[in-house]
């Protein structure tokens, strides 16, 4: 199986290496418009050589992109002119558009989207990392739009990464993705700038900041590069969700304005129900990566 990575940083870097060390790719070929990230990733050890696109595809049996979803948009109908029996995927986080921009594809079949729900605020191959995705959850979108030898390849390819998939319509993994990841970057990002602007004027501000601003702002160190694209692709769910998000910091708002503490307790213990969620999804991660283990030793 050769393998090729469109995309060296975190999330194709982490990809390529644990494909490699786990014995699902027996060599990997990446590819990266940065020659300092292409350097890096082949000094890593993260790809076994570095080749232009078009010689990359026609060496491949699978083609993986880890591009932003910005950049992918725009190279995958090309990938899909130059692929013969190679089997496309990615692993960006908006899926809608994409599909669309090949829906009529001749080749459409041997295309299967993805997205891996793992990641970290880092980027660059150095940011790439063996264990990444172990015990997340990984989507496949309109598995039956894809052949289903690809589908069961790509699925192969997350079970080795000991990830649980999870199949799913485009319109819908869009729409559940604004509440779980993008409304948290924008959060993130929103009070970053909240304090950023504050701290022009109180330098000390800072120093009183501990472990839970430093986990709740973690996601604004993210690159705009990344989320910009991400944002504008996925507007239609984002401008919703903000919204929503927008009257539940109203209504906190108003309660402690109104010194409401019996209803600023109600809004508190009904989000403390978070725990159980959380709770139920670190299980399962276990779960996850247990299965996995089992299978590869059988």
Known sequence: MIVSVIGLGLIGGSIALDLKQRGFADKVIGVDNNPMHAHQAK?????????????????????????????????????????DQQIVTDLGSTKEQL????????????YVPAHPMAGTEFSGPQAAHSGLFDGKCSIICNPEDSDKEAVNMISDMFHTLQMRCVYMDAEVHDRQTAYVSHLSHIS????????????????????????????????????????????????????????????????FKDRIENDDLEGVDDLINEANDIRRVLDEKERNEAETIKNAKRIRRA
């Open 43 to 83: 000094k890593l050890g993260i790809a076994d050589e570095i080749q232009d696109l078009k010689t990359a595809i026609e060496s491949s049996h699978l083609v993986i992109l880890a591009i932003p979803v910005s950049a992918c948009i725009k190279s995958l109908p090309q990938i899909m002119d130059l692929v």
């Open 188 to 251: 993130a990002f929103a009070l970053s700038l909240t304090v950023l602007q504050k701290e022009k004027k109180d330098k000390h501000i800072f120093e009183l900041a501990s472990g839970g601003f430093d986990s709740t702002v973690r996601l604004a160190k993210s690159s705009a590069e990344m989320w910009t694209p991400i944002f504008h692709q996925n507007k239609k769910n984002i401008g919703k969700v903000l919204q929503k998000y927008i009257d539940t910091l109203q209504q």
């Open 99 to 110: 599909i669309e921009s090949i829906a009529n594809h001749p080749k459409r079949k041997q």
